[in-house]
């Protein structure tokens, strides 16, 4: 007989994907999401811009690599802000946001993605699951009141 797990026990067991995601913030407090490219789980949801770690990366290792890959940028340095665990039907991922204020280059969107610098509310719809907590965080930071961002 097979042990008595059942389907959700084991969906709620399973082990994270480390990914390492940015925050970048610019001099006027904007902050920037891009849009997931086509082919990958939820194509044309905004985010942060990140990825998952490779072995051996450690979180800022990461973030560098994927922000120089994904849109053309190097990053200075990356700011631990705040760790979410999100449960998604295709896989469960420990979100480390990081805020990093400063980067050289020029903005190029190698997987072409769009790009867009934002403030609160967030006008580009739609926005991942996973973002939505970071737009309350900076609500709560900023004193902001009210929908952080429109639903779908
Ligand atoms: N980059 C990013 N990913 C997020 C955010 N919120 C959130 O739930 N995620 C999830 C979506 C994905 O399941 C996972 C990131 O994986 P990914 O597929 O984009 O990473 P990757 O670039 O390494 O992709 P790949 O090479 O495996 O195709 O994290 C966010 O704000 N930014």
Redo the contacts with the bound molecule.
């Keep these: 007989m097979r042990g008595g797990i059942t389907v959700s026990e084991a969906t709620s067991e399973r082990t994270p994907?480390d990914?390492a995601?940015g925050v970048l913030i610019d001099a006027k407090g904007r902050f920037l999401l891009t849009s997931?490219p086509e082919g990958?789980?939820?194509a044309g949801y905004w985010?942060?811009?990140?990825?998952?770690l490779e072995a051996g990366e450690t979180v800022e290792e990461a973030l560098r690599r994927?922000l120089r890959e994904?849109i053309g940028i190097t990053i200075g340095a990356a700011h631990p802000w705040k760790v979410e665990l999100?449960d998604?039907p295709?896989?469960r991922?420990r979100?480390h946001?990081c805020k990093v204020f400063e980067w050289t280059g020029a903005f190029e969107m190698r997987e072409r993605q769009a790009m867009a610098w934002q403030t609160l509310p967030v006008e580009v719809t739609p926005v991942?699951?996973?973002?939505i907590p970071?737009l309350r965080w900076f609500a709560d930071e900023r004193g902001f009141a009210g929908a952080t961002h429109r639903e779908l």
């Design positions: 994907v990914v995601v997931r990958k789980v939820y985010e942060f811009p990140g990825g998952k994927e994904e999100m998604y295709h896989a991922v979100l946001f991942l699951p996973g973002t970071v």
